[in-house]
């Protein structure tokens, strides 16, 4: 058994849905041991190579590093080491300081010269218990001494130290992947440290391979044909396929393509790609796409686009599929919120389009296959109206697949109120601040 630390992402618990699913339609995970809203150490049935935890990583949209957890301590005494408030305890300190752990991670100590860095997760963003800023400080100083006393001739550290982008009041001392990459952090001797805290531990892993951000702007802003109003984010189309339990050498459709975001991620999965919208110019966008994307792999890839509505795929579709991953049309663009009439007859509108459609897909999907799919909710002057599931399956070979299920999880260490996780879920949702229509993701399982 081995622990390994993935970093999540803003929707932790989105995030870590999709991790657990991939795990088990891998057979590679025992359970969930700890989590926070930054991190899940997952315990797994086996030490993965590192052909394997690349290919994990560059599958799943909402985990950003993943490391192999190689100590831990308990998070009271790195409480009493550095305190948010207070004086720090020197015993603590001076326990810490060792830094024995590194053995594990520098074994050869015939090193001329050693670059590395620590990236500090707290449990929750705001109000953590431990000062993150002297606690990075001070980790990468012991770390650094260690080396040199055991050593080796230079050791430096990286580090970020400067208020999070997206919330000044907040620390931020975690290393972004370009910096990573740029000092080649993960190229042995050198290492990336993660520092990951959860409600009663600190988990220190090193870094095997990181989300490359750059390379996915670089597709994002570079490929012909882009929509913003129809286009998924590359990072829930991940997700999505991941509900729908895609694997490479199989076959997933998208009835509802748009300009090919999802097409594209799957056949950069190595999964054929068959993609279904009723507009033509739309269609031809995608084509564009993914001719570009295939020029930029230097290689064929394996696809199709029909140009139809999806609510007549049994007629327009001559073959089964072993997946379905998409998001349906969320109805009109709103610019303000509408009354709770009119956000009732929208969803009213969408809830027969999905189930017309889904009639159809439980028809040429393969028998257990799976859906994933997104849903809307619509923020009206009054309430939230979304579309009640059971409607949508109506006459349909459809059951709902279970989220986050107890089963996988651990309860016994994250007892936080605020990190606790209601399990068995039939949906997640995908929210962004300030737009009218909200997203939630669902799987469904043909019985």
């Given at each position: 058994?081995?622990?390994?630390?993935?970093?999540?992402?803003?929707?932790?618990?989105?995030?870590?849905?999709?991790?657990?699913l991939?795990?088990?339609?891998?057979?590679?995970?025992?359970?969930?041991?700890?989590?926070?809203?930054?991190v899940?150490?997952?315990?797994?049935?086996?030490r993965?190579?590192?052909?394997?935890i690349v290919?994990?990583?560059?599958a799943?949209?909402?985990?950003?590093?993943?490391?192999?957890?190689?100590?831990?301590?308990?998070?009271?005494?790195?409480?009493?080491?550095?305190?948010?408030?207070?004086?720090?305890?020197?015993?603590?300190?001076?326990?810490?300081?060792?830094?024995?752990?590194?053995?594990?991670?520098w074994?050869n100590?015939?090193?001329?010269?050693?670059?590395?860095?620590?990236?500090?997760?707290?449990?929750?963003?705001?109000?953590?218990?431990?000062?993150l800023?002297?606690?990075?400080?001070?980790?990468?100083?012991?770390?650094?001494?260690?080396?040199?006393?055991?050593?080796?001739?230079?050791?430096?550290?990286f580090?970020?130290?400067?208020?999070?982008?997206?919330?000044?009041?907040?620390?931020?001392?975690?290393?972004?992947?370009?910096?990573i990459?740029?000092?080649?952090?993960?190229?042995?001797?050198?290492?990336e440290?993660l520092?990951?805290?959860?409600?009663?531990?600190?988990?220190?892993?090193?870094?095997?391979?990181?989300?490359?951000?750059?390379?996915?702007?670089?597709?994002d802003e570079?490929?012909?044909?882009v929509?913003?109003?129809?286009?998924?984010?590359?990072?829930?189309?991940?997700?999505l396929?991941?509900?729908?339990?895609?694997?490479?050498?199989?076959?997933?459709l998208?009835?509802?393509?748009?300009?090919?975001?999802l097409?594209?991620e799957?056949?950069?999965?190595?999964?054929?790609?068959i993609?279904?919208?009723?507009d033509?110019?739309?269609?031809?966008?995608?084509?564009?796409?993914?001719?570009?994307?295939s020029?930029?792999?230097?290689?064929?890839?394996?696809?199709?686009?029909?140009?139809?509505?999806?609510?007549?795929?049994?007629?327009?579709?001559?073959?089964?599929v072993?997946?379905?991953?998409?998001?349906?049309?969320?109805?009109?663009?709103?610019?303000?919120?509408?009354?709770?009439?009119?956000?009732?007859?929208?969803?009213?509108?969408?809830?027969?389009?999905?189930?017309?459609?889904?009639?159809?897909?439980?028809?040429?999907l393969k028998?257990?296959?799976?859906?994933?799919?997104?849903?809307?909710?619509?923020?009206?002057?009054?309430?939230?109206?979304?579309?009640?599931?059971?409607?949508?399956?109506?006459?349909?070979?459809?059951?709902?697949?279970?989220?986050?299920?107890d089963?996988?999880?651990?309860?016994?260490?994250?007892?936080?109120?605020?990190?606790?996780?209601?399990?068995?879920?039939?949906?997640?949702p995908?929210?962004?601040?300030?737009?009218?229509?909200?997203?939630?993701?669902?799987?469904?399982?043909?019985?």
């Amino acid at each position: 058994m081995t622990d390994y630390a993935f970093i999540l992402g803003k929707n932790w618990l989105l995030s870590l849905a999709e991790l657990i699913l991939y795990l088990q339609d891998r057979d590679l995970i025992v359970k969930v041991r700890d989590h926070s809203r930054n991190v899940a150490i997952i315990e797994m049935n086996q030490r993965l190579d590192l052909e394997q935890i690349v290919e994990i990583q560059s599958a799943l949209g909402g985990c950003f590093k993943l490391g192999e957890v190689i100590t831990t301590y308990e998070k009271d005494l790195v409480t009493d080491a550095f305190p948010r408030k207070g004086k720090p305890d020197k015993s603590a300190r001076k326990t810490m300081q060792r830094c024995d752990w590194t053995e594990k991670i520098w074994k050869n100590r015939r090193y001329n010269k050693v670059k590395f860095g620590v990236s500090t997760y707290p449990m929750i963003d705001r109000k953590p218990d431990v000062d993150l800023r002297k606690f990075t400080y001070g980790l990468n100083q012991w770390i650094k001494n260690k080396l040199l006393a055991d050593g080796i001739r230079k050791a430096s550290f990286f580090i970020y130290d400067e208020p999070d982008r997206r919330d000044k009041r907040r620390a931020s001392v975690a290393l972004w992947p370009h910096t990573i990459a740029r000092h080649g952090l993960l190229v042995p001797p050198n290492a990336e440290i993660l520092a990951t805290f959860t409600d009663s531990k600190l988990y220190l892993s090193k870094t095997v391979v990181v989300y490359d951000s750059q390379l996915q702007k670089y597709r994002d802003e570079s490929r012909p044909y882009v929509s913003a109003e129809i286009s998924t984010s590359p990072k829930i189309c991940r997700t999505l396929l991941n509900f729908a339990g895609a694997r490479p050498g199989e076959t997933v459709l998208d009835p509802f393509c748009g300009t090919g975001t999802l097409l594209m991620e799957a056949i950069m999965l190595g999964i054929r790609a068959i993609g279904i919208d009723v507009d033509p110019d739309v269609l031809q966008g995608a084509h564009q796409n993914i001719m570009w994307l295939s020029r930029d792999l230097g290689e064929h890839v394996d696809f199709e686009l029909i140009r139809g509505d999806s609510r007549q795929v049994v007629d327009i579709l001559h073959e089964p599929v072993d997946s379905v991953a998409f998001e349906p049309h969320l109805g009109p663009v709103l610019e303000e919120k509408p009354d709770a009439k009119t956000a009732d007859e929208i969803i009213e509108d969408l809830t027969e389009l999905y189930n017309t459609v889904l009639r159809g897909l439980s028809e040429v999907l393969k028998p257990r296959g799976r859906v994933g799919m997104t849903l809307p909710l619509i923020k009206s002057t009054k309430d939230i109206h979304s579309i009640d599931i059971s409607r949508i399956l109506l006459g349909t070979d459809f059951e709902i697949g279970l989220l986050l299920p107890d089963s996988m999880l651990d309860k016994s260490l994250a007892r936080d109120s605020r990190i606790v996780i209601n399990p068995n879920r039939d949906r997640l949702p995908e929210r962004k601040m300030g737009q009218l229509v909200q997203r939630e993701l669902i799987m469904l399982i043909k019985v």
